[in-house]
């Protein structure tokens, strides 16, 4: 599985918004970015994925760079509850199983 | 529509007794997972199912472990003899595709080997 490099920890207020990089340089082609995010004591959760072009949902949105050689996980506006380590992960189509990192511890002030 | 539930919520077992752990997929989901998460790192696949078939299990240790997903009912994930240092957080997974699907997890079993 490709490789993907996130910051260990990163720390943001509540109520503004929250840039979560990740670098993947040796991502191929038929590789899906996907993040996941584990709440303490939880399982972890779906958040969103994509291939080429950005996407949105509920949650948050997904920037790919041109060259999908990183990415950007924004969440808009945070909250207290966004605290969470969040897991940026290449997928190949084919793949039948996620391969987690350590992802992004992040932390949210009041 | 429940999610994917794990029973028990916490288990505690004296070293070299059997625990067993429970993963009821999400309705209509016919493919799962499980993980094991050690205290302070990240989440280490273990073992991929279909019903009553194992099709990956390259993260499974070699000795003890086992895992089963019966026709009917629950997937199970078996360790025999339990040492200190299978004490972790253990998470199933399902999804309704095998490929490419997001995937469904539960709140986990915390296993405390004494």
């Known amino acids: 599985d490709a490789k993907t490099t996130q910051p260990n920890s990163m720390e943001s207020n509540e109520e503004e918004p929250v840039h979560l990089p990740c670098n993947h340089s040796?991502?191929?082609?038929?590789?899906?970015i996907h993040w996941y995010r584990q709440l303490p004591s939880q399982g972890p959760e779906y958040v969103i994925h994509?291939?080429?072009s950005n996407v949105n949902n509920r949650m948050a949105s997904l920037a790919i760079a041109e060259d999908r050689k990183s990415s950007t996980l924004i969440l808009h506006r945070a909250t207290l509850r966004d605290a969470a380590v969040y897991y940026c992960?290449?997928?190949?189509?084919?793949?039948?199983?996620?391969?987690f990192g350590q992802g992004t511890r992040l932390t949210i002030n009041p | 529509n429940a999610g994917v539930m794990q029973n028990p919520r916490h288990l505690v077992r004296r070293r070299g007794q059997e625990a067993r752990l429970r993963c009821s997929p999400m309705?209509?989901?016919?493919?799962v997972y499980w993980y094991r998460q050690l205290p302070e790192e990240g989440l280490k696949f273990m073992v991929y199912?279909?019903?009553?078939?194992?099709?990956?299990e390259s993260g499974m240790p070699k000795e003890r472990f086992s895992a089963e997903f019966p026709k009917e009912g629950p997937s199970i994930l078996r360790i025999q003899q339990v040492v200190r240092g299978d004490s972790a957080a253990y998470f199933c997974?399902?999804?309704?595709?095998?490929?490419?699907?997001?995937?469904?997890f539960g709140s986990g079993t915390q296993l405390s080997v004494l």
């Open positions: 309705k209509g989901h016919s493919h």
């Open positions: 994509g291939l080429t």
């Open positions: 992960i290449l997928r190949d189509q084919g793949a039948q199983k996620l391969v």
């Open positions: 040796t991502i191929s082609g038929t590789d899906y």
């Open positions: 997974a399902s999804s309704i595709f095998a490929t490419n699907e997001k995937l469904f």
């Open positions: 199912l279909q019903k009553e078939n194992i099709i990956d």
